[in-house]
């Protein structure tokens, strides 16, 4: 199919100019709808539950909010440094927290990445199910008793006239070990605190007496009611005594007897309740044989000596459980270092002040040394280094062995550091052997060192050394190192033989 095509002549012209539209502008402008940020929540609460807190707080209004929740340490009162710890969707955020320690909280919404101002702060700390032991102390003969934690010790060492109580909910059950350190102190309730039966508490006058006193609130925290396990008319059923403590004995073996190391323990009566039970184990390893008791009721244990020993070294760790007609119990823990030699001469007894009961007499003193009373061993005074100093010292027994060249000489010290001073101190005993001319020959004999005093134990320093050629006597010595801060170090009770 064919179609018929017009051509028309226009002429040698250019083509019209096209005209634009003129855009007649309207009377109104599109917007974009921005939301505000959210109000801030209000009535923010926190309740304590267990090992958490529990936040609550009312909602700020409108659509698609959601929280932030921020917590801070409590500086004496100033909230700290803030740091997220959740974010939550609902008007509610459990906090967990472990310990009986609190902290600062406070809420702030969001939404669309716009955020409100904080809530008002708020305080508050958990019910710890498992809070750790909490050791009172004496301050102006007052303790304070921090009604978050459950159970408490006291070491009854000063007078307690006020108790106060901080923390207290509405109910509360608190156990407190009370442990007479045997000056004859008191410890004096409020009032207010009620015993179960009528009968004030007494405080036991026996060193190392220990009282079970139970308390709990009545009258939402106003009052409280007390327990103690006490025979009638107070103090403690009976003391057990572990002298020196932890028990070290150094035993000279005569090579034909048993032997029994230079250590008492007993169990003093109080109130006419008697020990009925004493029971020892051995909790460092199994077995013991060498170590028997030949009167439970005494509490005296007796080492036996295996056939054919001559020199033999051994530290063991027992512990002695008492328990009274009305199963009340007692546990000690007694460390007992042996040290079976046999002896030609016993040169203790020539030592000068050997255990420093006769303060800085006897003893050539280091630098920073002194003779002190804050811990000691076997009496009321042991070495120790002065505060401030960092370094090594030492201190010399003035007492002179007449020896003669290849003499062997068994020296020992007993060591002892803080529980935190662990690798920071340390102490050893020292053998120094001298010509006629009072010259030093052969170098000093050290001990093993010491320097691990966790739980407050205290372990010996043993050397066995051989007197040089050109010897004329020996003298017993002990070192002490610190290497920074104040922490604490000592040496007592130092004893020496020379063994075959």
């Not at 002429?11 to 855009?23: C, D, F, H, K, Q």
């Not at 459950?150 to 059950?173: A, C, G, H, M």
């Not at 052997?433 to 010491?450: K, L, S």
Request: with cysteine; glycine share 10%; charged share 15%.
């Amino acid at each position: 199919m064919s179609r018929r095509v017009l051509l028309i002549d226009i002429g040698a012209e250019g083509l019209p100019a096209i005209t634009p539209v003129e855009r007649v502008p309207a009377s109104w402008v599109p917007a974009v709808y921005v939301a505000p940020p959210p109000a801030v929540p209000a009535a923010l609460t926190a309740e304590s539950v267990a090992d958490g807190v529990l936040l609550t707080w009312t909602h700020p209004g409108g659509r698609g909010i959601t929280y932030r929740i921020e917590r801070a340490p409590d500086v004496a009162g100033v909230p700290g440094e803030w740091q997220q710890i959740g974010t939550a969707e609902e008007r509610h955020y459990t906090a967990t927290l472990t310990d009986v320690f609190g902290f600062w909280f406070r809420v702030r919404a969001v939404r669309n990445g716009k955020y409100s101002d904080y809530t008002a702060a708020v305080f508050q700390y958990p019910y710890a199910t498992n809070p750790p032991v909490q050791e009172l102390l004496i301050s102006n003969n007052t303790i304070t008793i921090d009604c978050r934690y459950q159970r408490f010790t006291l070491l009854l060492d000063s007078d307690v006239f006020y108790v106060s109580y901080i923390n207290v909910p509405e109910e509360k059950t608190i156990i407190i070990e009370v442990t007479q350190s045997g000056g004859d102190h008191v410890l004096q309730f409020p009032g207010w605190v009620q015993s179960v039966t009528g009968a004030p508490y007494k405080a036991s006058t026996v060193a190392g007496a220990t009282d079970v006193i139970g308390q709990i609130t009545a009258d939402k925290g106003v009052s409280w009611r007390m327990t103690f396990v006490q025979p009638e008319g107070g103090g403690s059923a009976y003391a057990l005594t572990v002298t020196p403590n932890p028990a070290y004995g150094q035993v000279i073996y005569d090579g034909t007897a048993p032997v029994a190391p230079s250590m008492q323990i007993r169990a003093e009566p109080v109130n006419g309740v008697e020990p009925i039970i004493c029971d020892w184990i051995r909790i460092d390893s199994f077995g013991g044989a060498d170590f028997d008791i030949s009167d439970t009721s005494s509490l005296e244990p007796v080492f036996s000596v295996p056939e054919g020993t001559s020199d033999y070294t051994s530290t063991q760790i027992w512990r002695v459980s008492i328990k009274d007609d009305i199963n009340r119990v007692v546990q000690q823990l007694v460390t007992i270092r042996l040290q079976r030699v046999v002896a030609l001469v016993n040169l203790s007894e020539g030592l000068l002040n050997a255990n420093f009961d006769q303060g800085d007499t006897g003893w050539d003193l280091g630098e920073s040394i002194f003779i002190g009373t804050r811990y000691t061993y076997s009496g009321a005074y042991a070495a120790a280094l002065a505060t401030g100093f960092w370094g090594t010292s030492e201190l010399i027994n003035q007492f002179k062995a007449n020896m003669a060249p290849n003499t062997k000489v068994r020296a020992s010290c007993i060591c002892h550091q803080g529980a935190s001073d662990v690798g920071r101190t340390s102490g050893f005993v020292r053998v120094k052997f001298y010509n006629a001319a009072n010259q030093q020959v052969g170098g000093n004999w050290d001990g093993n060192v010491v320097n691990d005093g966790r739980g407050g134990a205290w372990h010996p320093s043993t050397v066995t050394a051989v007197a040089p050629p050109g010897t004329a006597y020996a003298r017993l010595a002990g070192v002490m190192t610190r290497t920074g801060q104040n922490y604490e170090t000592n040496l007592d009770d130092f004893t020496w033989a020379v063994v075959s």
